[in-house]
């Protein structure tokens, strides 16, 4: 399979193109310079891969939850590319993305991403079974989520060590582990999309954006 991944629900950037058996993959850590970097980034991994973009089987995204710059950045690119060669974009949830690589391990497994104001982005499996739905939740409501856990708890993503922090003296009975964010989050996207396609779940249609679980704050300024 041939194929395109982004990933820019978090600050940080990642961009693969898969070539059947190999992946180029470019990782940015760079803030607020996403904007100019996205498309040279697509290009550089591309050209790396030795693929042309009428190539791809496919594209794979972050949907979300996360930032708002970062995935209408990543939607506007991607859904350029589908538009102009009629290939398929399979969005994946960002918090299935983090914690696939995890699931199977023997823990209750949360995924997160810091989504400020003392709140975040999270959810949870046990033994690959969901143990609640992703949602803007504030610590207390964590915590009473994962307080029914049956299994020491490996938290995933890109703020995991800040969520353990907020959570370590509300636990208790239950170890609390973090892993490094390090993991290839468009190698997941390729692995998930992948799954996707042979189970016969459908790409994203041409209106579909990205999710988001807040109000940005301009549409709170203008409902308030």
């Known amino acids: 399979m041939k194929a395109l991944a982004v990933d820019l629900a978090v600050s940080k950037l990642t961009v693969a193109a ?18 100019e970097t996205l498309v040279p980034a697509i290009d550089y991994v591309l050209t790396k891969a030795g693929l042309k973009k009428n190539e791809l089987d496919y594209l794979a995204i972050t949907s979300g939850p996360g930032s708002f710059t970062g995935l209408r950045l990543a939607f506007a690119a991607l859904k350029a590319i589908e538009m102009a060669f009629n290939i398929p974009l399979y969005g994946i949830s960002s918090l299935d993305c983090y914690a696939e690589h995890y699931r199977k391990l023997p823990f209750t497994v ?18 690959e079974q ?9 610590i207390s409501e964590i915590a009473g989520k994962i307080s029914s856990a049956k299994k020491d708890i490996l938290i995933c993503g890109s703020d995991a060590e800040i969520l353990k922090e907020q959570l370590k003296d509300k636990i208790s009975g239950k170890n ?14 390729f692995l998930i999309a992948e799954k996707m396609q042979a189970e016969g779940k459908e790409p994203l249609n041409d209106y579909d954006g990205p999710v988001y679980l807040r109000a940005s704050e301009a549409e709170v ?3 308030s």
């Open 18 to 35: 898969k070539n059947d058996d190999y992946t180029v993959t470019a990782v940015y850590n760079i803030g607020m310079k996403q904007s």
């Open 110 to 127: 949360v995924s997160c991403i810091d989504a400020k104001k003392d709140k975040f982005y999270a959810k949870a499996y046990e033994d």
């Open 130 to 138: 969901l143990l609640f739905d992703e949602g803007d939740y504030e």
């Open 176 to 189: 609390i582990f973090t892993v490094d964010f390090s993991v290839n989050a468009a190698e997941q996207l």
């Open 221 to 223: 300024k203008h409902n």
